[in-house]
């Protein structure tokens, strides 16, 4: 089945750093994938989605110059947290969707990578 | 009111038990519904889309009442493995509108 691979799966930081994040989709391509953020017994918060060859579109409340998104490839989306403080610790999960010829679709979840920022 | 709300739990059932866990929904005009699973540390995995007419997967089964805007998932002879969190996961349509509900921990001991 479809994989999802996503990189690292744990990050620790000092404050002010930025850090990155890789999404991977191994055997299929990708034109859309979503980036979430979750907090400890809390929702999957959609921060972006993530579009291959363009811009990103941010969930309302997400800032754009500190989450920067990108999808170069078919197969790979970036996101980087730039200038990281403490409240940006948190669980990163990167989707890809998947597309049948029915048209019918399913979602891929990464591995998700555990951010601490010191 | 949240999106999606879900009863957190825990819920503590010993192995053979059957659970139900309800969500419920703001957005009547949602059009996709799903049941997702995540064990602690994890990615979230589906366990299974739920439609109007309900549906069945072995001991799993998804029901969707409109009317009332709720969905339910029934677990019937719960195994250890079960252990886990399950996600309602409400959709209006593409998957960049899905919203996840907080989660009911489900914990089935021996």
Redesign the interface.
Known sequence: GAVVS?HPSRVICKSGTSVKIECRSLDFQAT?M?W?RQFP??????MA?SNEGSKA?YEQGVEKDKFLINHASLTLSTLTVTSAHPEDSS?Y?C?A?TWDRDGT???F????S?LTVL | RKE?EQD?GPFNVPEGATVAFNCTYSNSASQSFFWYRQDC??????LMSVYSSGNEDGRFTAQLNRASQYISLLIRDSKLSDSATY?CVVGGGG??K??????TRLAVHP
């Open positions: 996503q859309t979503f979430y017994k809390k929702s999957l918060m959609l989605t579109t669980f999960i989707s969707q679709g399913e979602l979840f990464g591995e998700g555990r | 999606v957190p540390r994890k990615e979230p995995k589906l996600l998957y960049n899905l919203i996840f509900g907080a989660g």
